[in-house]
T-cell receptor, first 111, second 109 residues
Framework: DAGITQSPRHKVTETGTPVTLRCHQT?????MYWYRQDPGHGLRLIHY???????DKGEVSDGYSVSRSKTEDFLLTLESATSSQTSVYFC??????????FGPGTRLTVT | KNEVEQSPQNLTAQEGEFITINCSYS?????LHWLQQHPGGGIVSLFM???GKKKHGRLIATINIQEKHSSLHITASHPRDSAVYIC???????????FGTGTSLTVIP
């Protein structure tokens, strides 16, 4: 299994508060991705990174920002959480053209 | 608009049955992936295909590039195969992945 962890695994927060989710890998993969998974939708890409300090937006990036200051860590920040951001968040890693390996997920509830 | 459509959405089978899950996509792709998501939520990659057919144990995945269609087959199904199976495609115009909404499979003993 690819070495990929997410923290926290569960979080409940209030509307308007900032939240940061962390993805950590030990595989030295170049690409890292943040997805959200909601009922009735497939996994949807929020942001991805193709190298340290290199990031790009996905299809549902509004309200989210990311940072990657080192290869192994990819942070997802909700600047001011809203109830519509209640979701399960998955991080994934990959080498580009090949497979993606998924983290265990973070269940976020915004009340 | 969904770039990836899966059918059926839900599937219940008796242990031992042959199962087929279908995936159709509307974009140009460089590869198609089949993923398995267990009830606990973890997602595991089963196959990556760009042409033809691949087999791993009781699982077989096929792809027809011209028809933009892929199938995942499970032979001699077992209750431990119960999971959500997700089809995903990698666009050939960038680093974008598109995911189907998944097929929920339940195999009854």
């Amino acid at each position: 299994d690819a070495g990929i962890t997410q923290s926290p695994r569960h979080k409940v927060t209030e509307t308007g508060t900032p939240v940061t989710l962390r993805c950590h890998q030990t595989e030295n993969h170049r690409y890292m991705y943040w997805y959200r998974q909601d009922p009735g939708h497939g996994l949807r890409l929020i942001h991805y990174s193709y190298g340290v300090k290199d990031t790009d937006k996905g299809e549902v990036s509004d309200g989210y920002s990311v940072s990657r200051s080192k290869t192994e860590d990819f942070l997802l920040t909700l600047e001011s959480a809203t109830s519509s951001q209640t979701s399960v968040y998955f991080c994934a890693i990959g080498q580009g053209a090949g497979e993606q390996y998924f983290g265990p997920g973070t269940r976020l509830t915004v009340t | 608009k969904n770039e990836v459509e899966q059918s059926p959405q839900n599937l219940t089978a008796q242990e031992g049955e042959f199962i087929t899950i279908n995936c159709s996509y509307s974009v140009g792709i460089s590869a198609l992936h089949w993923l398995q998501q267990h009830p606990g939520g973890g997602i595991v990659s089963l196959f990556m295909l760009s042409s033809g057919k691949k087999k791993h144990g009781r699982l077989i995945a096929t792809i027809n590039i011209q028809e933009k269609h892929s199938s995942l087959h499970i032979t001699a199904s077992h209750p431990r195969d119960s999971a959500v199976y997700i089809c995903a495609v990698r666009s050939n115009t960038g680093n974008q992945f598109y995911f189907g909404t998944g097929t929920s499979l339940t195999v009854i003993p």
